[in-house]
């Protein structure tokens, strides 16, 4: 058993909560066991200056930790975004857009901004999930107006983290697993099974392509429940269950 009693395979808790606030055109909270992470969806009538006239729309993301979302106050990013969030917020845009058929958006921008109230491992892949369900709100009206064809999504897309630990490949990494890893994993997919990203780094120790292979094998089995946990949020937002 893990550190909070899960087994090996299995996922923290999760809940999305749609509707989260009002003023944003798709808005949720997602939680993933102690990670919370609140995401807005935001429609602009524009595109940026460099995609103007190329009859696309774009799909991008904001990504903060909020000040007492981990153990120690982190400092507000005022003098521009360090290392860690530009990354983060770069993977959750890449991703998202692979969600979206930017032709059919039209000149429209989406921006979804992910802000983590409470970090408790796995911030960057819990709103990468919670934010393609905020997108899909967001895109759902638009198309409830005739403004976009049904199918400018695509695909839906969720993401999960995994690692190894004492040579064992563990799904869902909590922060007490996730800083002491002998290498950690966050994974991107469509709902088809492709794969949008990969990223996986050692520490301190090298690992085998088998133990990378079990980890894809795992995350897979991980982000097809969240695939299905998204769809039956959007059902249920879709019929006014929530």
Not at 42 to 59: F, N
Not at 121 to 126: F, L, M, V, W, Y
Not at 153 to 168: E, K, M, R, W
Not at 172 to 181: G, N, T, V
Request: glycine share 12%; net charge negative; proline share 3%.
């Amino acid at each position: 058993m893990r550190v909070d009693g899960r087994r090996w395979n299995e996922i923290r808790p999760v809940r999305m909560i749609p509707g989260f606030v009002d003023y944003p055109e798709g808005s949720v909270l997602i939680e993933m066991g102690g990670t919370r992470v609140l995401c807005n969806a935001s429609l602009e009538a524009s595109v940026p200056a460099w995609l103007a006239g190329a009859k696309s729309g774009w799909v991008t993301a904001e990504y903060a930790l909020l000040p007492r979302s981990t153990h120690q106050r982190t400092r507000r990013e005022t003098r521009g975004f360090g290392g860690r969030t530009q990354e983060i917020r770069r993977l959750i845009g890449r991703s998202l857009r692979a969600a979206v058929d930017l032709t059919k958006l039209g000149e429209r921008t989406i921006i979804v901004d992910c802000d983590v109230l409470q970090a408790d491992g796995g911030t960057r892949t819990a709103s990468i999930t919670g934010g393609y369900v905020a997108l899909a709100l967001a895109l759902g009206d638009l198309v409830n107006q005739g403004s976009v064809p049904p199918d400018v999504l695509t695909t839906p897309v969720a993401a999960i983290s995994a690692g190894l630990v004492d040579g064992q490949a563990l799904l869902d990494l909590c922060y007490e697993e996730d800083s002491s890893a002998d290498a950690d994993f966050n994974v991107v997919m469509t709902g088809d099974g492709r794969l949008v990203e990969v990223q996986g780094s050692a520490e301190g120790a090298t690992f085998s392509r088998g133990s990378l292979d079990s980890v894809l094998d795992l995350v897979t089995q991980g982000i097809d429940q969240l695939l299905a946990q998204q769809q039956e949020v959007l059902r249920a937002a879709a019929e006014g269950r929530v």
